[in-house]
Each structure stands twice: as C-alpha cells, then as structure tokens.
C-alpha cells in the first residue's frame, strides 16, 4: 500500500514534534566527564564457603557491571584495585548515593524454601527451613502485573529448575513457599496447583521501581561473596565548565557552518538539506534521550562529526540530480533519476560506518563505546533524513509548485 504524500508530511511532522518533546521530558543523560558522580569502594569479605580469589573479584566486577548497565546507567568505571577491592564510579546520583550502594552491595541470593503449613510474614529473617531452589535455578526474571495491575517479578527457571519446582509444586498443593532475598522473606504465596512450565510470580509490596531492581539483581545473579562499602565521595565533573561550554558551541557553529554552505553552493535545494539537518538534529536529540544513552565529551565530538555526515547523502543526492540536469533531462525526472542513482553510494558510506561504529563499541571501554554508540546513532538518523525526508521535500515543494527551474540547481 502506497502511502500519499500529505500522509508522509504529517508522520515527519509527527516525529518532530515527538523527539522534542522527548528531549524536554528526559533530557540528556551526562557522563562522569560532564556532570560528575558518585565514587564507591567495596571490599570483599571472605565467607566460610567462598574465598576471595582473583578469579572471585573478577566474577563481582562481571555482575556489578550487568547490574548498573540493565538499569540504563551507562558509561560507569569500575575496576579493580588491589585484592580485595573495587572501585565504582556511577554518573549521577550526588543527591542519591544510597541507592547506588543497595544496588551494588546487595548480595542478591534468592532462595524458594519450604515452611510447609506455616505462614512467614514478610521481612522475617527466615534461616531454618529447608531450601528447594535458589537463583542458580534462573533463567530469566522480568517485571509483569498482576490481575490488580500491581507490580511483581515474573521468574522462569532453567530445565533442571523447573523441574524440580514442577515436582515440588505438585506434591505440596495447599502448602506454603516462601521466597526469600538474603535470608529476608519477600513473599510467601500457597501453593494452589501445579506449576509444570517453569514459570511463576514473585508478589510483594512492589513498587514498579522496587520490582525492576529486583528482577535486574536476578537476572544478574548473587554475588559469591559479600561486599563492604570502604569509601563514599561525590566527585564532580572531570572537565571543566568552559570545556564543556567549548564544546556545545563547536556543535552550533558546526551545524551553522554546514547549512550555510549548503545554502549558497546548492542555491534552493540547499534550503531543502538545511530543513533536512534542522530534522536530523531533533530526531537525534530526541533519539539519545528517549534511549537514556550517556553523553560524554567523545560523544559529542561524535555528534559535530555525524553533522556534515548528515549532509553527505544530500551532496551526493545534488550531484547526482546536476548530472542528469546537464545530459538535458527534465527536472522532475533528474530528481527521480538522482535519487535512484544515489541510494547505493550512500548505503555503502553509511554502512561502513556502521561497522566501524560497531567494531569500536565491542573492542572498546567507556568513552570510546560512547563514541561509537554516539556515531552510530547520528548514522542511522542521517540514512533516514537523507533518503527519506529529503525525497519528500522535494515532492513536497514539487507539489506546491516551487521546484519549477534547473536553475534552482545552479545549472
């Protein structure tokens, strides 16, 4: 199904108007280079079962970072330091460190016990009933909703768990399992059926944040041994202000460098590229914040590079349709002509770029993925606006009967 013109203009429009506002509602997540955070210090502790190792350390730093990362705080630093300890770094949260060590420090071990015809209220340290399953048995752990719509953590065990939990279930209808987190009763549900699928509800008094924290410690796994906070200090932004400042008006310059030159070399479809870059920057904006993505400074010096990119497939696009103006075509079908011809040659530019984005990110740490996740974002956006807004500009214009001379061209 073709989809008409009027249609098109009004999905743009719509885009717009959603990135803006998406960027006035969340605004920009800053990294630790612009905006600063909070520096932790944790120390493992031995257990009677669980020496700590090398190998040890290197399984907490693994599930520290799968914790704060599933909550969309990106681009932290954590690393070791000495035998024992580690250091987290976290962008944000001044005003909220407390949450940040819950976070890390949690041990996370989730046990399913049996207490048979006994009811254990919830908060009750619960240490002598016999354990049926425990986190190792996971395979997964999601926030769903109950019939009521309150919050709960929906878990699914492993083959070998759910099993277990099948049998369990099935000889122990009208009993009690209580779940709990650390030795701390969370829930403690009756058994009313059996349960062969593997799937089931953690309920509590969840809050939609208490519950996604949850199943984030879940699906990350218990840390092997407990952590003691050593150290706590805010720390401020490791750039300078008038750095920062520097860099956001290197970006404005940069995009108003751009659209002028693209204004007088390509004379009226200059106007049109301009509306295509003014598109561009408000769905990326509107982009990065609606994924919560981290902005670093080699981010934003990815940003300034994505702008001529952004332009790039309408250079490309303009020559292409100048070339068929000159073999003496009209200039509807040079536009249509030039488009055609241009599709491959940006595909290809664009992605490489893409793969270069994406062989950064894999090999690389902290703000040379912000770098790439930064590029590659302004890539993706660039195709859109290149091939797609720009063609609808010129119908458009063609339609309201603007677009009439090559020499609007230059030609």
């Not at 730093?61 to 630093?77: C, F, H, K, M, Y």
């Not at 699906?219 to 805010?234: D, F, N, Q, S, Y």
């Not at 103006?325 to 040659?345: C, D, N, V």
Request: glycine fraction near 10%; hydrophobic fraction near 45%; proline fraction near 4%.
């Amino acid at each position: 199904m073709r989809i008409g013109l009027p249609i098109k203009v009004v999905i743009i429009i719509a885009l717009v108007g959603l990135s803006v506002w998406t960027f006035m509602r969340y605004s920009l997540k800053l990294g630790l280079d612009l905006q600063g955070g909070v520096h932790l210090v944790f120390e493992a502790k031995d257990t009677p079962e669980v020496k700590v190792t090398g190998d040890t350390l290197n399984r907490v730093q693994a599930i520290i970072d799968s914790r704060v990362n599933q909550l969309g705080i990106t681009e932290p630093i954590i690393q070791r330091e000495g035998e024992r300890r580690l250091v987290v770094e976290l962008p944000g949260y001044q005003e909220d460190p407390k949450s940040a060590i819950e976070l890390i420090g949690k041990t996370a071990l989730l046990e399913f016990k049996d207490t048979g015809t006994k009811y254990v209220e919830e908060g009750t340290k619960l240490t002598d009933a016999p354990t049926i399953l425990t986190g190792a048995d996971l395979k997964d752990a999601r926030v769903g909703y109950d019939q009521y719509g309150r919050p709960v953590v929906e878990v699914e065990f492993n083959p070998k768990g759910a099993k277990i939990f099948a049998e369990f279930t099935r000889n122990n209808i009208g009993k009690y399992l209580a779940i709990t987190l650390d030795g701390v009763v969370i829930s403690c549900p009756v058994i009313r059926s059996e349960i062969p699928d593997g799937k089931g509800q953690i309920e509590g008094n969840f809050t939609l944040d208490s519950a996604t924290q949850l199943a984030v410690l879940l699906r990350a796994g218990a840390l092997p041994v407990p952590l003691e906070l050593i150290e706590m200090k805010r720390v401020g932004p490791t750039l300078g202000r008038d750095t920062i400042n520097a860099s956001i008006k290197a970006g404005i310059i940069a995009v108003i460098l751009v659209m002028i030159f693209m204004l007088i070399y390509y004379r009226f479809p200059g106007i049109i590229a301009d509306i295509s870059l003014v598109t561009y920057v408000a769905l990326l904006v509107g982009l990065i914040s609606a994924l919560r993505a981290t902005l670093t400074l080699p981010g934003i010096a990815a940003l300034i590079m994505s702008v001529g990119m952004a332009v790039d497939g309408n250079v490309i696009i303009f020559e292409r349709v100048k070339e068929e103006l000159r073999k003496g075509k009209s200039l509807m079908a040079s536009i249509e002509t030039g488009f055609k011809r241009s599709y491959a040659p940006i595909l290809d530019s664009q992605i490489t770029t893409l793969i270069a984005s994406a062989v950064l990110f894999y090999f690389g740490t902290g703000p040379v993925r912000g770098f790439a996740v930064m590029l590659a974002l302004g890539t993706i956006i660039s195709l859109f606006t290149a091939i797609i807004v720009t063609q609808i500009l010129f119908q458009l214009f063609e339609r309201l009967g603007i677009v009439k001379s090559p020499k609007m061209f230059g030609i």
